[in-house]
């Protein structure tokens, strides 16, 4: 058996396996993710107006602290599908609850569904539920059920996207691990992303919400690829339910966990754009100097989605204009006179004039490394802001120039 490379939250079962729906022979794409007793769940979904049936149906159900579960299929969407795939996300919910393990009762009620993939197909509702009956078996606690059930998830990623974090209480020793897919049809607010968080500390639903979205603003908010919207993004916090025998965390834990969540949530929305379909580097841009945190968040969003920023990158030149004139149509103040930018820590730009740089250093910087970093102080208050992006290249316009054919 694989040795344990973190330590997975106690009472969750965990499964990933094959049910055909991808056209891949032996790739998994069906995950359930169960939950020993009822458990607190919060969510934070797509803001798109064209929205999948499974994120309509989880959005329903949470916040909750009766959740037993989830469920997940990739290799298709169900978005798009009519009234047909309002009853297959609820079809999917039902099955994965009447599967359980006879020591696990739970009724359809009790699960959340998420689903990935190609949109505007129907679910081959045959192969979800030969895949459901399949995971229902294969449920168990290990690293490897973890593992598996984190590639079910996936659809074009290039490698498998994890995380863990553990804090301590008055309890003992919490670990808290997440999963996410996503890399490609990427936008704020948010991604074509799927990411799971589980806990074994106890969290009162609502305030699991509310630090939830905190942690989602902070890190699945503030990435892109192209900037395109999903139809069917979803990320879940699965928490241990206080009881009356398991208090909750108290204030000083609860802002312990809260800051573990958000480091968590940034590791897993950094990889996403890190493995941008034919992406070569990724993008980091950290925004100061801004009135305030919405005006630096508008200003670094407006530079990740600059397609003339990106494409320069790509190229490693250090076309640092294009840059600056993103932030200046962001359609917040900025101060020109007191403006400063810096790619990969070399000074290009400052006080509202330009530097005398070595043009070949900082093309070489870019070259040389994954990570390009742009710092852009704009010379007016306190707001700041991180974003990722990736850069555009011809492999990315290849690749889903022929994604469904």
């Not at 208090?247 to 493995?275: G, H, Q, S, Y």
Request: proline share 4%.
């Amino acid at each position: 058996m694989m040795e344990l490379l973190m330590q997975l939250p106690k009472g969750f079962r965990f499964a990933g396996v094959s049910a055909g729906i991808k056209s891949r022979a032996g790739a998994k794409d069906v995950t359930l993710i169960v939950s020993d007793t009822p458990c607190t769940a919060a969510g934070v979904y797509t803001t798109n107006l064209i929205v999948a049936a499974p994120v309509v149906l989880s959005r329903s159900r949470t916040p909750s602290a009766n959740i037993r579960g989830i469920v997940v299929n990739s290799g298709n969407a169900n978005a798009c599908t009519g009234q047909q795939g309002d009853l297959d996300a609820a079809e999917m919910t039902r099955l994965a609850a009447a599967n359980l393990p006879q020591e696990l009762h739970a009724h359809a009620e009790d699960f959340l569904v998420m689903s990935t993939g190609i949109i505007g197909r129907k679910l081959p509702m045959a192969k979800i539920q030969s895949g459901i009956e399949q995971a229902a078996k294969h449920l168990g606690n290990t690293q490897t059920h973890f593992l598996d059930a984190c590639d079910g998830i996936m659809t074009t990623d290039a490698f498998r996207k994890t995380a863990h974090r553990s804090i301590r209480s008055s309890k003992g020793s919490h670990s808290i691990v997440g999963m996410c897919k996503g890399a490609g049809m990427i936008g704020p607010k948010m991604a074509t992303m799927l990411a799971i968080v589980v806990t074994d500390a106890p969290i009162d639903a609502i305030v699991a919400q509310r630090i939830l979205q905190a942690a989602a603003n902070r890190s699945f908010n503030c990435i892109s690829v192209e900037g395109h919207m999903s139809t069917n993004d979803s990320l879940v916090l699965l928490a241990q339910a206080p009881s009356k025998s398991v208090e909750a965390l108290n204030d000083t834990e609860l802002a312990d966990f809260e800051a573990a969540l958000t480091e968590l949530c940034i590791e897993l929305a950094k990889k996403i754009p890190d493995d941008g379909e034919g992406a070569t580097h990724l993008i980091e841009i950290c925004i100061k100097g801004a009135n305030t945190q919405a005006d630096a968040d508008a200003i670094a969003r407006n530079i990740a989605l600059s397609n003339l920023v990106k494409t320069a990158i790509t190229g490693g030149d250090p076309n640092w204009g294009r840059i600056v004139s993103a932030a200046g149509y962001a359609g917040v103040p900025i101060q020109p006179k007191r403006t400063a930018l810096k790619i990969n820590g070399l000074p290009l730009f400052d006080a509202g004039e330009p530097l005398a740089f070595d043009a070949k250093q900082v093309s070489e910087s870019i070259r040389a490394s994954k990570l390009t970093l742009i710092e852009l102080d704009v010379g007016l208050g306190p707001g700041s802001a991180t974003h990722w992006t990736t850069d555009l290249n011809t492999e990315y316009v290849r690749f889903n120039s022929e994604y469904t054919t």
